[in-house]
């Protein structure tokens, strides 16, 4: 009998951008994660409360793409056997090698019927902070209260997809997340899907966009702790003229949400916190349907959608990914 | 030599609804003030901060009008020497008895450029809070934490005017008003002024409005202590069924805000937080061009105004404010 | 190959209190809980952000014990398997009925190494909120913003242990708890852990105490969203003349507290936010040393313990737990 | 018929360090003030929201002293007035020259009867932020969100007095200040008092200290905007290892506090926000018993005094004050 590999968390989002030096500049100076490392074109960054060698990386490139978005198994054997789980459904899966990405152990490679280029890995480095900025508390690397926003972790990814039901199953059926909040049309079909690994409501949302091409980034989000955090992020975004919509609260998820663009690559950002954690075992969807939107996108907030729903960066294509930043592309 | 008289605050606002309990129960159970007496057709109430007698008075008419505004002098020989001012800048002044108003010593009343209806008094009783909703701490009446918004004070209303100039000059000569913020059009006329005679940046925001009839009321603000009440505000709102607008941050005043219908009269409500205070005797009052209004009006929040900007509530006539709630019209 | 039995979370405390009435004010009006049910001598509560038919169980007693605490596993046959499980372990393991607990399904019983009744149960209704209190949001049952304090869900128990390296080793072994924090003393002997099940740094605390009676049980903690809500439940307990010690923040867990005892039965609540997540599936246990402990304890607020560290309550015996509420002894 | 002379608010505090460099890094890197402008031997410092040239100075010497604390007047003449008034109460007066301290117009120099140095001017210029560090806001000086704790503005200063009472008198007749809150002993003498010009609670407490030596200084205290904003503070303190007491909630002033030691001089600060305002004209001062005092003093948060209460740094004599930092002392 062969367990099931699982996924364990979102582990990071690599980004490309074509100005790489005012995507660092935001990501550090203004979001406030850390940079852990600088090797060959990439950078390496993770948030204040964060362990693992890198939870995003930028990489200068001649379009602002994602070049993938990558998920942390529960155990080592975990990556083979989505590996070979993929093939038996049908999927080309790519070795990605140990050290390929800085601090990062084997990985594998794959595109998910939504068209983003997926890694599953499970060993990462874990590098201590710099002594003058580690934390006194032993459970924290950094110290508390990085500079700018100070985002503790990341949150979540959300997707666009061509089909979302087809893609909502294939994440169930294949990577094993649950459903955990949806919303239907008139023809009870599913539109978006927020899906969980973890107690958190999502790490990822899934979502049919008018028009979407395969691979549409529409975010990632980081974390902070409290609610006020959200609004030192928006004094913070707008001193820094950086473009925004928000804050406020969604009904789904219960969120609340101020969402930015990197002015460098355009990419968005979400700052998120509240929502809740879903600890029941035998939780029931909830369903959304078209009636219900009014007060489940907007709970209370900006009601119109602005950048928030629409913009979207595109994904890397899976080959430019595996031979970006490689010898063989430098 | 006569020393000028002075205001000292904001007093209390008379609000007249054309669905009484619907008021009351948003008011009390909604926003949180306490009933501290009915008297005659009247319900006047107080915020859980508050010691005067009454912030806000509700009482069932026709039209939901706003009765008057009413300010508290200095001292008490202010209220004559405010009668005296002015009569002598020709305008029409009326006597109200003590005790007309429960609670509440012998004021004035008279219509400013703006066409609302305003009261001038400084007597006003200050019943304690009935023993079971009292306070532990001394310094405060009722306890903290009132039930739902919780509101702490009134804290500034937000009028009208067809010639938002003429009423800001008014207010400074006559009623010693200080502008603190004001904006500008192209050709440096005033088009808005946030005054006050505290060190708050406005008791009274005074706007020229497109089509503004004599007497339109913008809103009545009171305050919560901290950023983070206001978005609790925005829950209880929300669960209540209440229109709004909002959370957002104001740049000009800094203020937090989250603008709301009364459902039973459609007076708007404005919860209020942060911004600043001005205790610097040389202020020099900040100016907004037009091109600085992008950021003035809405720092970050919903961009589009909404209800906020233009849903006003008229001013009673000041014949029927005076007769309204005698024995003879009763 | 049999599978693991998992727990998937705390499912709820069973409280007996000598002053029912008060001990039902302080949870329902105090706290927030809301009451689902009361059937024969019991109360059963839950917080606004739950589903479950209760986290809390109130009933009245001789003395005021901690009838039983209790889990709830991930899927319907490990409590079965938990049972056999246990018994090659060598405990002693008793049957539940059905709807015993109301709105509950079979559950088992047994005493762990550290004294306490321990229950683990899989079935539990999930009735809907009552209309009148009912959210308009999907997600929530109940509205948000419940009375008081507004507790969100349960979220941790704290025990006292006479040997608390022998019960962390049993939990570990025996039901799958991992250790997320612990402290040692100067010869590397565990003396406290912190143990979740779920990403929460701990669903249990358990602690060596001085002269500790098997069954010492610490507290009880509910979970509320922002920082500034455990400020406010300050405010909300010194109104109701609650004995409490905080706000602080831990080191350990760095989560903030208000710890605070039921008037009727002295029971002890930690009204907790904050804190961390651990999705990391390699997570090394923080270790704290004696002379890490002065940040590790209380990284600020109240340095002195008070009725922290050592106030605790009893637990029923097994044989009490079995029978009370029983029709035998009704 | 001669106008009294009236005090707008506090105007800044002026700090002798033994220990300059690490001073400064605490209020300029930890506090988050910035640094306006070094001339002579002294750095001079203003809050993020202020807009006069410094409300605090550093300047090293052989001990670490209070060399002043300043007070604005309400109009340039009162300056002259306040002089008259003191000299024909007695006291001594002493003459600053213009830019004597930079900045700053003519001001005159005293000691009242508790001991303290106090100077009184009117003007003072106001400098713009530089323009990398200038908010978009045309209303706040220098961007919001300073870097560390980010503190807003000045708020008030606490005295220790060998006799309160009497000073307490000397301020209200002389000085124009009012009582807001008082302590009594058991034979009703104050032995303490909170009292302001403005609508604060307090712009200055004076407190009975036993074995209080003339010009003993408690803290001067700095504004932050939310509840959070103290928590935030601590985190920071925290992981800059400053002396602190608190977080916590008082009774009197309700407001929330904060009390760290400057590293460099051990001079304290309080981190201060909540309160409440007083815009009642005819404000009865609150007067709290031995009896009282339990709730009065800590609302909530460590009940222990710790530093808060007794440690306290001296005072400058009035001959140095004048003296240092001129020609013939550098």
């Given at each position: 009998m062969v367990r099931q590999p699982e996924i364990a968390k979102l582990g990071h989002v690599a980004l490309v951008t074509t100005d790489l030096d005012r995507s660092l500049w935001f990501w550090e100076s203004v979001v406030g994660l850390e940079v852990v490392e600088r090797a060959d074109d990439t950078i390496y960054l993770r948030a204040c409360g964060e362990r693992d060698h890198h939870t995003l990386t930028l990489r200068a490139g001649p379009a602002s793409v994602v070049d993938h978005i990558a998920w942390r198994t529960k155990r080592p054997e975990d990556v083979e056997l989505f590996a070979q789980q993929l093939k038996s459904h049908g999927e080309s899966v790519h070795a990605v090698e140990r050290d390929r990405e800085r601090g990062q152990g084997k990985a594998i490679r794959f595109v998910p019927p939504s068209g983003h280029v997926f890694e599953i890995y499970y060993d990462i480095e874990k590098p201590p902070a710099p002594i003058d900025k580690r934390s006194r508390l032993l459970n924290s690397h950094y110290r508390l209260n990085a500079p700018g926003v100070g985002a503790r972790r990341i949150d979540h990814v959300n997707l666009h997809a061509p089909q979302a039901a087809e893609s909502v199953r294939w994440f169930e059926e294949?990577?094993?997340?649950?459903?955990r909040e949806y919303i239907v049309d008139d023809a009870d079909a599913i539109m978006a899907s927020w899906m969980s690994v973890t107690p958190l409501v999502h790490d990822m949302a899934v979502r049919s966009a008018p028009d979407a091409q395969p691979g549409d980034f529409n975010h990632v989000a980081y974390w902070v702790d409290n609610w006020q955090d959200v609004l030192r992020a928006a004094d913070i975004m707008m001193e820094n003229s950086i473009d925004m919509l928000g804050p406020g609260r969604h009904g789904i998820t219960q969120g609340m949400f101020l969402y930015v663009l990197d002015p460098g690559s355009q990419h968005k950002l979400e700052v998120f916190s509240g929502s809740y954690l879903i600890l029941d075992p035998d939780w029931e969807p909830i369903k959304w349907r078209p009636q219900d939107l009014d007060l489940g996108i907007i709970w209370w907030g900006p009601k119109q959608p602005g950048f928030a729903r629409d913009h979207h960066t595109p994904s890397a294509r899976l080959s430019e990914s595996l031979t970006a930043g490689t010898a063989a592309t430098r």
């Open positions: 294949v990577l094993g997340f649950k459903n």
